[in-house]
C-alpha cells in the first residue's frame, strides 16, 4: 500500500529554521488528506498539522501556529513542513502520516506512517 518516508530533520538553533519533507509511494496520493505529528522523549504523539486531499486547507495545533506551514506537491506525491522561528521545545521526532478520510487532528485517523526524522532544537 502507501510508504511514506520523512526527510530533512537536524540540528538547529533556537530561532532557526528547517523544512521537512514526506515522499508517498503510490498512484492516489491525491486521495489522501495528510498530518503532521511529533513525539518528544517521554511525551505521547501529539498532533501539529494537517492539510486536506486538495492543499486547499491546512490546520495547525496552537503551539505552531504563524510557525510553521504545510503544504503538498501531488504531482510528486510530497508533503512538507516547513517550520520557522525553531524553539527547543519544538524538539521531537516527526512524523508524517496519510488519511484516507477528512482532515483529523485524531492520530487512530490516520492509516499509513512514515519512520520519522528527529528535529533537535538547541538553545
Known amino acids: 500500500q502507501v510508504q511514506l518516508v520523512e526527510s530533512g530533520g537536524g540540528l538547529v538553533q533556537a530561532g532557526g529554521s528547517l523544512k521537512l519533507s514526506c515522499a508517498a509511494s503510490?498512484?492516489?496520493?491525491?486521495?489522501?488528506?495528510m498530518g503532521w505529528f511529533r513525539q518528544a522523549p517521554g511525551k505521547e504523539r501529539e498532533f501539529v498539522a494537517t492539510?486536506?486531499?486538495?492543499?486547499?486547507?491546512?490546520y495547525y495545533t496552537d503551539s505552531v501556529k504563524g510557525r510553521f506551514t504545510t503544504s503538498r506537491d501531488n504531482g510528486k506525491n510530497t508533503i512538507y513542513l516547513q517550520m520557522t522561528s525553531l524553539k527547543p521545545e519544538d524538539t521531537a521526532v516527526y512524523y508524517c502520516a496519510a488519511s484516507s478520510g477528512s482532515p483529523t487532528v485524531v492520530k487512530t485517523a490516520y492509516d499509513y506512517w512514515g519512520q520519522g526524522t528527529q528535529v533537535t532544537v538547541s538553545s
Open positions: 492539510i486536506s486531499k486538495s492543499g486547499a486547507w491546512t
Open positions: 503510490g498512484r492516489t496520493f491525491s486521495s489522501y488528506s
